[in-house]
């Protein structure tokens, strides 16, 4: 299928210069490159920029109430997992006024294809901070800077259970379609945090990675069975170090040609290494005041990608069996059932 | 004797409910008509033998049975606290209160039958007694029967062979009181051994001690027949012929539900989250996937309503169940339903409130809620179910209503109608009235968007899968043409308009409004919901007229011509006159005055008669 047949007619109404033009765009080139047929995708979102995406594609879609988008986007595919199930949500949308549905379907592992566009700020709201905002951070709603620690947002899918985690960037394409296509290929809850830029509230947010220069040497894309190598030279490897005293893990950067270097497994089933990944280069983003110790590289690419039983597949599964055995299989069955007397 | 109250009442671990429940089922296979009361505290479990622990369980049987009953006619007292509880009424825990007719649960000639094993200093210490003599100290008059009955002693007695400890013997003490009762009133044994096999099928061992106990019980009023007569009801059911069973209120739902869905051609989805005393419909819902339903215990009332919405995007029947503080949480979703114009079945089993109120008691008190409570011009379809046993019939109307007019609908049901129990005639899927989903006809493939009307003004409804009818539904405003987002002042005007005439359309799609009684007074009792058991037996009482509504949004189209028709209209509600403040924004001509009750209790229907005769002097 071609990208175009996703286009809606509707005009795209992000800020020139806005991250999630090239989300969007990736959307839709990874739909085609999924060839699912348009009537057979629901979008769902919550509010805030991002949710306006089902506006721009052209399948099923629905742009719900804050926060609600991943309880709307459970019942659509629990009660229908036939359907391919998309739902599109901000940092603020999912993690702060979403925030139950939001963990409560990664622990179901509801079969979603969930977009969390990261741009550490209330964007349609113009400008207040969000739970991904550093502490100290300076927005109308904090004007002395924020008193609060900030979720990463890896850690806490990881926590609720989180069968699929990639972590993406506006400007990386290629990166981008490849975690949608792998998000969808993935049964179950696949989280792709879109780290994107806010140009008019938050501008730059991410240029630690995203400028071209640094990227290569502040980010790694990690890939399923291959070396965990970075740099423009890629001449840097992650390994993983014990605290001989503590036997704390943590990463830390090595010679590419060091034996120690890591072959990524996304399908590992323990979380562990999964977690010090995805907490990479993340201390930056906890406090504007944090100072960077370690040169980690801020993971992209799919970091966890482990299969489990689906909620939508397990309730479904559940009602088949049950009708399967079942001697009352309609009303006027089940009625006879009943202790009853004639008058 | 036509009809009879009997009232059990004990420990809430004594099995009140469950003898009560057994004993009613028992009339009603032999024939009576029931209306049932249950009444049990908050707490799960309080402490045993206190008067924070008393669990009740009222029903009338007879013929012409409206209600549970006012007062007891029998009263079985478990333990010392139920004793006090049932004579003191709601002034138990008054020092020095004496049995008072006004707030006693039993009448000044009721037969009260009391466990005499549970009358110890101690049992008299956790009951707050003050004196070793109860009856003495709670004034019960002498009109009053009281028959001893050592309850303890002989349950044990009955049990002494079957090698039980002696903590399982006393579960059966409720099992001993049933089976007096059952002579009482004179009902044979076999049929109720026949229940207690049902009713233990998952247990067998517990059928054989539970009915020697209930046999012995049984045979025990043989010995007290000098003492007190047996009571023979005369009069036949009032009901027309069929098949009948006993149901709760809240299980009526769930299965008007079922019935619904299966009628329609469709899945039935229910999104929901425990809330007393709604909960019944969701465990009612999830055992029942042999009838392909499927529930969704979502982390959150929001989450209830907003993964039916979801089933209902994807074209499901869908629904969600909760009380009042549920409802309140749901406000912002069902305005999206309203908005992306989705049917979807909003059941509110109403408790006492505010906030957490009064979770187990009854009340009238979200009906403004039910109307009103969502922000911007949002309306709904609004209906309420008025006996136990209709619960099935409005709870099927509902889906009915929003399948048909793409509109959430909100059913309101409340604690007394969920818990209590009625006879209900089964029906035949065949006989349930045609349920014709909205669709979308063919030639708007292509170019299909969610504006389009049907002649009525219900939009068409297409759903993911459909080929060819892609679209974007939305909470936000939308264009009346093209579907799309638009803040376009005039057309936001014209789609507030339309959706209000789509819900008012649903009033040539209900039935008129029936008046009750003495059609031909100058006086009309006016109710809604729950009452009208307790206002049709005041309305015969007073020899006057009752328009009791069923649909409150839209009206019945006749109410305007019902209400003009009598001088005097008493609306009757347990909250301080929301559907009054409704009727008169409606009908402000038309003259009316109010009768309130706020006291977590169903109406007396003695004080409404006392209430219309003292405003008729």
């Known amino acids: 299928m071609e990208a175009s047949q996703f286009k809606s007619d509707q005009y795209v109404r992000f800020c020139p210069g806005c991250g999630d033009h090239a989300i969007c765009m990736a959307l839709q080139k990874a739909m085609a490159q999924i060839g699912i047929p348009t009537h057979q995708v629901a979008v769902i979102s919550g509010i805030g920029c991002s949710s306006r995406m089902p506006h721009y594609l052209n399948t099923y879609g629905f742009n719900t109430i804050h926060g609600r988008g991943g309880a709307v986007a459970t019942g659509v595919k629990t009660s229908h997992p036939e359907l391919t199930v998309w739902q599109m949500s901000g940092d603020g949308d999912c993690l702060a006024i979403g925030g139950n549905h939001f963990i409560h379907e990664i622990r179901r592992n509801v079969d979603l294809n969930v977009c969390m566009f990261n741009n550490r700020i209330y964007g349609l709201t113009k400008g207040q901070y969000s739970p991904t905002s550093p502490k100290g951070f300076v927005s109308k709603s904090s004007p002395f800077g924020t008193v609060e620690r900030p979720f990463v947002p890896g850690q806490l899918i990881l926590g609720a259970g989180g069968t699929f985690f990639a972590r993406t960037l506006d400007v990386d394409m290629p990166t981008t379609v490849d975690c949608l296509v792998a998000a969808q290929q993935h049964k179950g809850c696949s989280i792709v945090e879109c780290l994107v830029n806010c140009v008019i509230f938050n501008n730059g947010t991410h240029a630690w990675i995203a400028d071209r220069e640094q990227r290569a040497e502040h980010s790694i894309i990690l890939r399923h069975g291959e070396k965990m190598i970075f740099g423009k030279d890629n001449d840097k490897g992650l390994a993983v170090e014990i605290d001989p005293q503590t036997f704390v893990p943590k990463m830390i950067v090595v010679a590419a040609d060091d034996p120690r270097v890591l072959t990524h497994d996304a399908t590992q089933p323990d979380p562990t290494l999964h977690r010090l990944l995805a907490l990479m280069g993340q201390q930056r983003f906890v406090s504007v005041d944090a100072e960077v110790t370690d040169e980690l590289p801020v993971a992209l690419g799919v970091i966890r990608n482990v299969e489990a039983e689906t909620y939508d597949e397990a309730v479904n599964r559940q009602i088949a069996e049950v009708r399967d055995k079942a001697k009352a299989k309609n009303f006027d069955e089940l009625t006879a059932t009943l202790e009853s007397w004639t008058i | ?617």
């Open chain 2, 1 to 617: 004797m036509k009809n009879i109250v009997v009232r059990f009442c004990g420990d809430s671990g004594d099995g009140i409910q469950l003898t009560g429940n057994l004993f009613s089922s028992l009339s009603a296979i032999l024939g009576h008509e029931i209306s049932t009361l249950p009444d049990f505290p908050a707490e799960i479990r309080a402490p045993q033998g206190t008067l924070g622990g008393v669990s009740g369980f009222q029903v009338e049987l007879g013929s012409e049975v409206y209600t549970p009953g006012d007062k007891a006619d029998v009263i079985v007292a478990m333990n010392a606290a139920a004793l006090k509880v049932c004579t003191l009424g709601s002034h138990f825990n008054h020092p020095q209160a004496h049995f008072d007719e006004q707030f006693a649960l039993y009448h000044r000639h009721a037969i009260v039958i009391v466990d005499t094993d549970s009358l110890s200093d101690k049992d008299l210490e956790k009951a707050q007694y003050h004196t070793p003599n109860p009856f003495e100290e709670l004034g019960i008059p002498e009109s009053v029967q009281i028959v001893p009955v050592a309850l303890t002693t002989l349950t044990k007695e009955a049990l002494k062979d079957s090698g039980m400890d002696n903590k399982s013997m006393l579960k059966s003490r409720n099992m001993f009181a049933l089976g007096l009762i059952c002579w009482l009133f004179d009902q044979p044994m076999d049929e109720a051994i026949h229940l207690l096999e049902d009713k233990f099928k998952k247990k067998p061992a517990l059928v054989a001690p539970n009915t020697k106990v209930m046999v012995d019980g049984y045979n025990y009023g043989q010995n007290l027949a000098l003492s007190i007569h047996q009571i023979r009801l005369d009069g036949k059911p009032n009901e027309a012929h069929g098949t009948y069973t006993s149901i709760a209120g809240n299980k009526a739902t769930a299965w008007g539900l079922i019935a619904a869905a299966e009628k329609a051609g469709m899945h039935l989805f229910l999104g929901s989250y425990p809330i007393t005393p709604a909960t019944d419909i969701m465990h009612e819902l999830a055992g029942r996937k042999d009838q392909n339903v499927m529930v969704v215990q979502a982390e959150d009332e929001i989450a209830g309503v907003c993964t039916a919405i979801g089933a209902a995007f994807a074209g499901d029947l869908a629904c969600t169940s909760t009380s009042g503080p549920g409802l309140s949480l749901k406000s912002e979703a069902v305005g999206l339903a309203v908005m992306a114009e989705l049917p979807l079945v909003i059941i509110d089993v109403q408790r006492g409130g505010p906030s957490t109120g009064l979770p187990t008691k009854t009340e009238q008190t979200d009906l403004l809620q039910a109307l009103y409570g969502r922000n911007g011009e949002c309306p709904a379809v609004v209906l309420a179910a008025s006996t136990s046993a209709n619960c099935f019939d409005y709870a099927y109307e509902a889906c009915r209503l929003a399948l048909e007019n793409m509109t959430p609908v909100i059913l309101l049901t409340d604690t007394y109608l969920a818990n209590g129990t009625a006879l209900w005639r089964i029906p035949k899927m065949a006989e349930l009235p045609a349920i014709r989903p909205q669709s979308v006809p063919e030639e708007l493939k292509g170019h299909f968007n969610p504006a389009l009307r049907d002649e009525r003004g219900v939009r068409y409804w297409a759903f993911p899968g459909m080929e060819g009818y892609e679209h974007r539904n939305i909470g936000l405003e939308r264009d009346a043409e093209k579907g799309t987002i638009s803040t376009n002042p005039e057309n936001h005007e014209k789609m507030v308009r339309a959706r209000q005439a789509k819900i008012a359309q649903v009033a040539n799609r209900i039935p008129d409004l029936q008046v009750q009684g003495n059609a031909e007074s100058d006086t009309l009792l006016v109710g809604w919901g729950s009452t009208e058991g307790h206002l049709h037996a005041a309305a015969n009482q007073l020899g006057c007229a009752l328009a009791q509504f069923n649909y409150i949004l839209p009206l019945p189209r006749n109410t305007r011509e019902v209400l003009s028709a009598y001088k005097r209209i008493i609306v009757c509600e347990l909250n301080t006159g929301q559907f009054a403040a409704y009727l008169r924004a409606q009908f402000p001509d038309i003259p009316m005055t109010q009768y309130n009750e706020i006291q977590g209790q169903p109406f007396a229907v003695e004080r409404i008669v006392n209430h219309v005769k003292s405003i008729a002097d």
